[in-house]
């Protein structure tokens, strides 16, 4: 019989090492390669930034079926305290995630430069005038 208490510790994600800093691409592609391996289990990446230091989180789950469904992302902030669910969104683009990342940390000071995002350009010179 399934009471609360052993669904809830069936939801238990794995969890993966806390970063001192917004995940990278490739922090959010490890995330998912070994989310691949846990199917219909949540992973969790945990991370801290912020000035006063915060504690954010991104669980990842694969459907148990691989024919059917996409990858569920959610994004939490307030680990340490009241976890509130910022957004959810299933998608198999882990750069699409990472810069919907960017977007949500955008007043941080962050050096995007540094995390081989598509959210990051140089910037654009103008054209002279022709006139």
């Not at 992973?43 to 000035?51: D, F, S």
């Not at 882990?94 to 959210?119: G, K, R, T, W």
């Amino acid at each position: 019989m399934l009471t609360s208490r052993t669904i809830a510790e069936q939801a238990a994600p794995k969890r993966l090492q806390k970063l001192n800093r917004l995940p990278t691409c490739s922090d959010l592609q490890g995330l998912f390669d070994e989310s691949s391996k846990f199917r219909a289990q949540p992973v969790l990446l945990p991370w801290q930034c912020g000035l006063p230091p915060q504690i954010y989180g991104m669980t990842l789950v694969f459907p148990s079926d691989p024919y059917t469904g996409l990858p569920r992302w959610v994004y939490y902030s307030g680990l340490a305290s009241e976890p509130k669910v910022e957004w959810v969104y299933e998608t198999p683009d882990v750069a699409l995630i990472q810069n919907m990342l960017l977007c949500a940390f955008a007043d941080e000071v962050l050096a995007p430069e540094a995390h081989s995002s598509y959210a990051y350009s140089e910037p654009v010179q103008a054209a002279p005038a022709l006139y």
